[in-house]
């Protein structure tokens, strides 16, 4: 695994040459080290020091190197005949601005991986290892530890090893207190399984698994609705049994492993991760041209967080269905005598399944329509 490095500017904030002005004598020779530039090398080291066992947790067949070296190495496990990458990369979004605001640290990082492992499934693939970066104006130790406890809690559950990454502390990039996320994820799948959608046809059933919450997607709405109802008092205490806060911060859910054991059992044709754009956005990606998807309204609940979102929003179905992923976190299609098995199995393993809805023909309208 390859070391977390720390990286800084390469001198403080506002002294570009040109406007560097006369100092006293003594001023100019008094030694200015790199702490004092803002980056201080002795917190990365430490931070280090506390990733280490939390990355060894994630640790899995093919990771040929530990912590320290300047590239991460991963033989791709023999088990596979005619392997092929499938890569991804995602952040969090706005999220964090509540993640700072509220100073809930612990879980973003589950929505970091869980946004390119998810990603990377719907292609069929096992995700084999994920790389994340961490930037921030000044390294505060205990946060950037809890940020990444929570990369290294997803990748554990998703089946991944976190293999490397960075950390950089950018004097002057970043107000105090915040920081910005980027993942990286690698999956493989043997190249006469990976999922295209090609094989969909109308007749075909549209399952769709429960999603845990928002997940990371819409939040720049989320936070308009916090605004408004804060303005208005009328901030709910709490929300499917859980306090605001937690409900609005619960990590995107991780389908990884239970999608996986449902692949090797039954005949997927395709599967959608319900992100930016919602359902009638992100289903359309996996549907051959010339079909459609007909959902039907009401099969599966809206929770309450949902119902708050859109009565405090004013928003219509429509466009909660192409904002959010309003309760539903993956779509799987099969065909239609598969589809009970399927779901059984599903269920079997933990998820909330729902049969949504159906493919049809589609030659003009929307790809995706909900009635």
Request: aromatic fraction near 6%; charge should be negative; proline fraction near 5%.
């Amino acid at each position: 695994m390859s070391r977390l490095r720390i990286a800084g500017s390469p001198r403080p904030r506002g002294l570009l040459p040109a406007q560097i002005h006369p100092m006293s004598t003594s001023a100019s020779s008094t030694p200015i080290s790199y702490k004092d530039a803002g980056v201080d090398i002795d917190a990365g080291d430490a931070l280090v020091e506390r990733i280490k066992p939390l990355a060894k947790k994630t640790m899995r067949e093919g990771v040929m190197a530990g912590i320290g070296g300047f590239g991460a190495l991963f033989e791709v496990p023999k088990r596979y005949k005619e392997p092929v990458l499938v890569s991804g990369t995602d952040g969090v979004g706005t999220k964090l601005r509540l993640a700072f605001e509220w100073n809930m640290h612990d879980t973003v990082g589950i929505d970091l991986v869980a946004m390119s492992v998810n990603d990377v499934l719907v292609q069929g693939a096992e995700p084999l290892f994920f790389l994340d970066y961490f930037a921030c104006g000044k390294l505060d130790v205990d946060t950037a530890a809890a940020v990444v406890g929570g990369i290294a809690k997803g990748c554990e559950l998703s089946g991944c090893a976190l293999i490397g990454g960075e950390t950089a502390e950018m004097p002057g990039m970043y107000p105090d207190g915040e920081y910005d996320l980027a993942g990286f994820a690698v999956g493989a799948v043997e190249k006469s399984k990976i999922l295209t959608g090609q094989n969909v046809k109308p007749g075909d059933v549209v399952l769709g698994l429960a999603s845990a919450g928002v997940h990371s997607n819409g939040f720049s709405l989320v936070r308009k609705c916090i605004e408004r109802a804060e303005a208005n008092g009328t901030v709910p205490a709490t929300l499917d049994g859980k306090p605001f806060k937690n409900a609005v911060m619960e990590p995107t859910r991780l389908y990884v492993k239970n999608v996986l054991t449902a692949l090797a059992q039954h005949p997927i044709k395709a599967l959608a991760h319900i992100t930016g754009g919602g359902l009638l956005e992100n289903i359309p990606r996996v549907l051959p041209e010339g079909t459609g998807a007909d959902l039907k309204a009401g099969s599966w609940p809206q929770t309450e967080l949902f119902a708050w979102l859109q009565k405090t929003a004013g928003i219509d179905d429509v466009e909660m269905n192409r904002t959010f992923n309003n309760g539903i976190g993956m779509v799987l299609v099969v065909a239609a005598e598969d589809a009970e098995a399927t779901a059984a199995t599903l269920r079997q393993l933990g998820e909330t399944v729902y049969t949504i809805g159906n493919i049809t023909e589609r030659s003009e309208g929307a790809a995706v329509q909900v009635k």
